[in-house]
């Protein structure tokens, strides 16, 4: 704990208010490197391209998974299916992302099958700013589902089935069971997921190090880990990368309070 979690921050931490190559003396700087941040476009851009990246694969994300899980909540021999959608959690994410940086290419198979559906060339989802966060964002669903499916299924199957067959008596439908029944009991395992899926896309990294190298044409899809990386071991200025750290923190603590805020009013706990 202190050696992994708490040294580290504490140095992290000292260096975002000093100025340091890992080389020369490290110089005192206040809160230059935090200034400097906030008045930098590049880390602009990759702040608001990291909460699009949120704002894109944890709802979408999310609400696939739900579907997924409640297709395979009555289905016989699931367990083939489970291992199918947990395989890319188990797989290395650089392995994904390679593989993905082949079916993306603007000559790939995703873009072949677009053309000869649609008799119209495909975008080029890596090379195109408009296309390339959600290429980033298609990957990144892709790889998580498997885990938010696996909880999702097993909250579903918490749920007492006395509960649903009497609202089955009661002539409430498939639809009005799942709205009024189960998202209801399943609120705070949702509730759960999303916090930890906002925190996972906060630090997405190696998706975007992997299909864009560097972020793609005109930073369109840097994130905030990007840019740490990109200033501290690339450039060597740890304390930029240090300061963008800190900011990173803050941004996910101020979200993580605003969710936790937000449940007494969506989360509903059985007593």
Request: no cysteine.
């Amino acid at each position: 704990m202190i050696a992994f979690v708490l040294l580290p921050f504490a140095v992290g931490l000292v260096l975002a208010f000093a100025q340091w190559d890992g080389l020369t003396q490290l110089t005192w700087v206040g809160f230059a490197n935090f200034q400097a941040q906030l008045a930098d476009p590049v880390f602009l851009r990759s702040m608001l391209n990291t909460l699009g990246l949120a704002l894109i694969t944890v709802p979408v994300g999310l609400a696939l998974s739900l579907l997924v899980a409640v297709a395979l909540d009555r289905l016989r021999g699931r367990t083939g299916y489970l291992l199918l959608y947990f395989a890319p959690v188990m797989t290395s994410s650089i392995a994904v992302s390679l593989v993905w940086q082949q079916i993306l290419r603007a000559d790939g198979p995703l873009n072949e099958a677009f053309t000869k559906v649609f008799g119209i060339p495909g975008p080029d989802w890596l090379g195109d700013p408009r296309f390339v966060l959600l290429a980033v964002s298609i990957v990144t669903i892709w790889s998580s589902m498997g885990l938010n499916v696996i909880i999702f299924l097993a909250g579903l199957q918490g749920i007492n089935p006395n509960v649903l067959e009497a609202a089955r008596v009661d002539g409430a439908g498939p639809l009005r069971t799942m709205m009024q029944i189960r998202l209801p009991l399943l609120s705070p395992v949702v509730f759960f997921s999303t916090v930890v899926a906002v925190i996972s896309s906060f630090q997405t990294f190696d998706v975007v190090f992997i299909l864009t190298k560097g972020g793609g044409p005109e930073n369109s899809a840097r994130t905030i880990v990007y840019q740490i990386y990109d200033e501290g071991f690339v450039h060597f200025q740890f304390g930029m990368a240090s300061a963008a750290s800190i900011i990173l923190l803050v941004l996910t603590l101020v979200v993580t309070a605003v969710q936790l805020g937000l449940q007494r009013r969506f989360v509903h706990y059985e007593s």
